[in-house]
């Protein structure tokens, strides 16, 4: 079966970090493209990141460029979302996803809360 789990979520100050990985199982991860959403409430689902299948391209939200670093490891099937310089705006619960074609995957969604 498949399976996309969050983690790495939790509490953090404004200007602190965390590191948010998703871990995949049940399919072959090495092919497909992997991404970072994220939903406020009240608010739509926001593409936050994605990454190609090799690695080699990325792409960023604008109110993220810059403080947010998505990569991957095709070794151990987990993608990971690096968050730096987090701003209470960046409160939301993330969700990862796999893309190849029609085909789409998510996981359950991790909360992360910025706040003093």
């Known amino acids: 079966q498949v399976q996309l789990v969050e983690s790495g979520g939790g509490l953090v100050q404004p200007g602190g970090s965390l590191r948010l990985s998703c871990l995949a199982s049940?399919?072959?991860?090495?092919?497909?493209?992997m991404n970072w959403h994220r939903q406020a409430p009240g608010k739509e689902r926001e593409l936050v990141a994605s990454i190609s299948s090799g690695g080699t391209s990325t792409v960023y939200a604008d109110s993220v460029k810059g403080r947010f670093t998505i990569s991957r490891d095709n070794f151990k099937n987990t993608v990971y979302l690096q968050m730096n310089s987090l701003k209470p705006e960046d409160t939301a619960v993330y969700y990862c996803s796999a893309g190849l074609a029609a085909t789409r995957y998510w996981g359950q969604g991790t909360q992360v809360t910025v706040s003093s």
């Open positions: 049940g399919f072959i991860f090495s092919i497909y493209d």
